[in-house]
């Protein structure tokens, strides 16, 4: 996927979720992000939305300081759609209006920050709208299989290929994962000391088929493997959703 088709999701994907976040209301939990209410994911998606803003349209190589985030997370006395709504317009326009060149800090690898920035946004986006569909009570909408496909390579190749973390096991485990609806499959491999991913399904302790979107999701501890086709030790997924965690630092 390309920069337009990452902002052209980003676009779908927030509109949805403001949607699904006025379906719930405010005060409704949030069952797939324990703890918190409509309200606190929209504080966070946008919070997020403003500082991914921030960095592409300052074009500068650094992250922003400690200061500087918390002021772009700073809540006022009453979190609205209409402040979410607005922050992701915000981002919107900046990764629209952004020159292909433009030098920013990234964390991932990607061709461009640009292109990072777009690629982030557009997923972050697309797992929160499923975490506000899932307050809303409503069916969660599914992906177009690139993106999908496209998710599942930036979390396991991006996310998950950096160094340290939880995500290890001891001793080895493995798992194989088959998107029937793409052609495309990922092995991952658990070590004591790290992980490493490759393309292809290879012989693993546990393998899981079903469509890529559904398998973006259960990477994402979004969904379970309810409907799936799971084949071998069920014990290595449970060891992925405890470890496989991405938090906000």
């Given amino acids: 996927m390309d920069i337009a088709e990452h902002v052209t999701a980003l676009r779908t994907e927030g509109a949805r979720l403001a949607e699904a976040a006025g379906w719930a209301g405010l005060d409704e939990p949030v069952p797939t992000c324990p703890g918190w209410q409509v309200r606190d994911l929209l504080a966070h998606a946008g919070g997020v939305h403003r500082w991914a803003a921030a960095h592409v349209r300052g074009g500068r190589p650094e992250p922003l300081t400690a200061e500087e985030t918390a002021a772009l997370f700073a809540a006022p006395e ?23 060149d433009t030098v920013c800090w990234a964390f991932l690898p990607a061709p461009s920050p640009v292109a990072f920035w777009a690629r982030r ?30 998710g599942i390579d930036e979390l396991l190749f991006g996310f998950f290929s950096r160094p340290g973390g939880r995500l290890v096991a001891d001793p080895p485990r493995s798992m ?13 491999y658990l070590d004591p000391d790290g992980r490493r991913f490759v393309r292809g ?5 546990l393998t899981i088929a079903g469509p890529a979107g559904d398998l973006y999701l259960l990477l994402w501890n979004r969904r379970g493997p309810a409907g799936l086709a799971v084949d071998g030790d069920p014990g290595v997924l449970d060891l992925w959703r405890s470890r496989a965690t991405v938090r906000w630092r």
């Fill in 176 to 188: 194989a994962l088959q998107a029937t609806d793409a052609g495309t499959a990922w092995t991952v």
């Fill in 201 to 205: 399904a290879e012989p693993a302790d």
């Fill in 121 to 150: 946004q557009a997923h972050e986006t697309a797992i929160h709208r499923v975490d506000a569909e899932s307050a809303s009570g409503n069916v969660v909408t599914g992906f177009p299989v690139p993106f999908a496909v496209d």
């Fill in 78 to 100: 009453e979190q609205t759609l209409d402040r979410y709504r607005e922050s992701h317009r915000e981002l919107v326009a900046a990764l629209s209006e952004a020159k292909p």
